[in-house]
């Protein structure tokens, strides 16, 4: 298993921007329907890296003993992660795809975290 | 297996003092010494963290805890042995540096106005800590020097790899800077005026920036950034005394090393503006005037009359500088000739890049940093278009038939390229340009994972801590992701590859702060490094916090199954490759002050 094949894609060429310049690059973002973060930024955040980083965040400091960490997959729906504790029990982590994203960590069924990520990543950065 | 006996480490004293022009008691003295783990200021020692709001939003920093090494199991499967940490011994340390961004924040080669179009999709544009990034550069060097001992089995730093973006925009001054600060060689974080700072942030009407002479008016001084007078002059004002690395280093091209802002071609017209006298203030005027948009949009009357209004200083949207033709933005083979000029230690001279690669304009290479290390260089820039970026077909093949060559000579390989697996499938192509295959993080991974004997592939680009296991069956290998030199929280790493004598082998990653005081205020350009990242720590638009990782992302002892019998690599060559870097950095340190 690995992460490599989670979204996070800034594809260039899909939105458009090709060879042309920075100027009809303005013109075509604002005629098209692609995102403008996607298809500029090229070391925007991510969501899923947010569910990931803040997930692994409850994870640690919840002391689960850590076998595979949980690989994400972005979809429709957000953002899902999966691996497993050692012993074997299973590591869920989902963000939804609204604003705040809300993140929510379960271990064996056990639910660890249900609130907004971008606090877990807050409090992370902060002294406790 | 035994160490150097005593004729073997006569006969390496003598051979090191000779080759770097030492006192030969002076390199004995120090290659007798036994290792010790380094309790050099990491993050083993102490984090930084966000500290209490000091005004509006804006917050100052504070010092945290430090953080172990986290062991990962993902790809070992199993627990590691407990008797590992007794037993082990350092097989080759390794720093990792990632996208610096240098920037000349005076040039009219630059875009920051687009942030006024859309703050979050043009947020690396314009940072409010732009003017200080050399600052912030040199005190990482500083960082990475006093971590030349690993914490982990005392053994001495190798080597150190760049894995790009190291220049921002393109600028030939950019690139130099960031050469000359990685070399020890001061650098003044001037051009233009030699007395006087021409950039946006001194100029009034600029009320979307931050501006610390006066940041009211816009959303940085509505956000709480600090009002500091002194500061765009005290960046200006005297050099940065990095002490450059203490270790050979290696570099690769990142996106902004091979498009303007990573994205984009640099036209002619932009090209002509870097080096000219009119810096663009509005983004209408970046997006209409500056760059190529304009030329394929305007009418040709209207175009003449543009140029002329802007040619006269006549033309809204404008200020005028002082010109500087050291602004010049570089073509892409520059960029491995820059790497050329370069002081003779710590070398080596073209930092990967061979005289080969200047005659055939390969933009990789593999060097043996190592006596039983195979460091891979790559280029995984997109020529045409896009942040992102994939492996092109001539660069995949090479790739495969190295690592054939480097397992049948029972080497440990490094790879090391800007991008990583989540961002590694823009296929962007010039139509009727070169049409060779682009492969993506699908089948780059799956190549290396074809090689048991590669062990960790270091990267960049998304300015944050990030460690992935990739496995298939019982074996796999680590992708370490380190942050940067321009966003929260300006940490890079180094790592150290360790047998731990039982099969396995462990790669340790630490994360490295800056050296720069954690509060910033004063004057010194270590203190300017320090204000930089407080400002960064305060960039909402780049949700900083969340780039440091998670734990499981930053100090960590990685393990894996050992590809090979490391039992063949005996402690005589090891103790013979802790020699020669030791002696190198001795002379390094007494070269002469550049």
């Excluded at chain 1, 400091?61 to 504790?85: F, Q």
């Amino acid at each position: 298993m690995n992460g490599r094949f989670a979204a996070g894609r800034f594809g260039a060429g899909r939105c458009g921007a090709g060879r042309f310049g920075l100027g009809l690059v303005v013109a075509a973002l604002a005629l098209t329907a692609c995102s403008q973060a996607a298809a500029l930024a090229p070391v925007g955040g991510s969501r899923e890296a947010l569910v990931r980083f803040a997930g692994n965040d409850v994870l640690v400091s919840s002391g689960v003993a850590i076998r595979t960490a949980p690989v994400c997959i972005t979809g429709a729906d957000g953002v899902v992660c999966t691996g497993a504790a050692v012993g074997g029990d299973p590591i869920r982590m989902t963000g939804t795809p609204t604003d705040p994203l809300v993140l929510v960590v379960t271990v064996g069924g056990r639910t660890l975290h249900d609130g907004p990520a971008q606090d877990v990543v807050d409090s992370a950065a902060r002294p406790s | 297996m035994p160490g150097l006996s005593r004729r073997a480490f006569l006969a390496t004293v003598g051979g090191l003092a000779a080759a770097l022009q030492l006192d030969p008691m002076l390199v004995g003295a120090a290659l007798a010494q036994a290792p010790v783990p380094s309790d050099a200021p990491t993050t083993l020692q102490r984090t930084i963290l966000q500290g209490p709001v000091v005004q509006g939003r804006y917050r100052s920093l504070t010092a945290g805890p430090g953080e172990p090494h986290l062991p990962r199991i993902d790809v070992l499967g199993r627990e590691p042995g407990p008797d590992r940490a007794t037993a082990r011994r350092s097989l080759f340390y390794l720093g990792h540096l990632s996208d610096m961004h240098v920037i000349d924040a005076q040039s009219p080669g630059r875009i920051e106005p687009m942030i006024v179009q859309d703050h979050s999709a043009w947020a690396s544009a314009f940072h409010p800590q732009d003017p200080l990034t050399v600052h912030v550069a040199g005190a990482m060097a500083a960082a990475v020097s006093a971590a030349r001992t690993s914490a982990v089995t005392g053994a001495p730093l190798d080597a150190t790899v760049v894995t790009g973006d190291s220049a921002d925009m393109h600028s030939g001054l950019e690139l130099r800077w960031y050469i000359d600060v990685l070399d020890g060689v001061p650098v003044t974080a001037n051009s233009g005026s030699p007395t006087v700072y021409e950039g946006l942030q001194a100029w009034p009407e600029v009320t979307w920036a931050y501006r610390p002479g006066d940041p009211g008016g816009g959303e940085f001084g509505d956000y709480g950034f600090p009002r500091l007078p002194d500061l765009l002059a005290a960046a200006i004002g005297s050099p940065v005394a990095s002490p450059g690395l203490p270790t050979p280093w290696y570099a690769v091209y990142g996106n902004h090393d091979t498009l303007l802002l990573g994205t984009f071609d640099v036209s002619s017209q932009f090209r002509s503006m870097a080096v000219g006298d009119r810096k663009a203030t509005t983004w209408e005027t970046v997006a209409g005037k500056a760059l190529t948009g304009y030329a394929a949009t305007g009418s040709p009357v209207q175009r003449f009359v543009d140029a002329v209004d802007t040619a006269f200083g006549t033309a809204p949207g404008f200020r005028t500088v002082t010109a500087d033709a050291r602004r010049r933005t570089f073509e892409q083979r520059d960029f491995m000739t820059a790497h050329f000029e370069t002081t003779p230690l710590p070398g080596p001279v073209g930092h990967g890049f061979t005289r080969a690669n200047l005659d055939s304009g390969q933009t990789w290479w593999s060097a043996d940093p190592a006596p039983h290390v195979r460091m891979f260089g790559l280029d995984t820039c997109n020529q045409v278009a896009g942040p992102d970026g994939a492996v092109p077909d001539d660069q995949f093949r090479w790739l495969r038939g190295e690592l054939e060559r480097a397992g049948a000579e029972q080497k440990l390989c490094i790879v090391a390229s800007h991008h990583n697996s989540l961002t590694l499938e823009n296929r962007a192509v010039r139509p009727g340009g070169d049409t060779q295959a682009l492969h993506g993080a699908e089948e780059f991974v799956d190549l290396l994972l074809d090689h048991p004997q590669v062990v960790v592939w270091l990267n960049g680009h998304t300015h944050l801590n990030q460690i992935l296991a990739h496995t298939r069956g019982t074996t796999g290998f680590w992708e370490v992701t380190t942050a940067s030199c321009i966003d929260f929280p300006q940490q890079q790493q180094v790592v150290e590859l360790v047998d731990n004598r039982d099969g396995t082998l462990s790669v340790f990653t630490t994360v490295l702060d800056h050296a720069a005081p954690v509060a910033g205020g004063g004057s010194s350009w270590l203190d300017l490094a320090a204000t930089s990242r407080e400002l960064a720590a305060n960039d909402w638009i780049e949700n900083p916090v969340f780039r440091r990782g998670s734990p499981l992302d930053r100090n960590t002892e990685l393990l894996l199954p050992a590809p090979f019998d490391l039992s063949t690599i005996t402690d005589a060559q090891l103790e013979a490759q802790r020699g020669t870097a030791t002696a190198r950095m001795l002379a390094n340190d007494a070269r002469s002050p550049r």
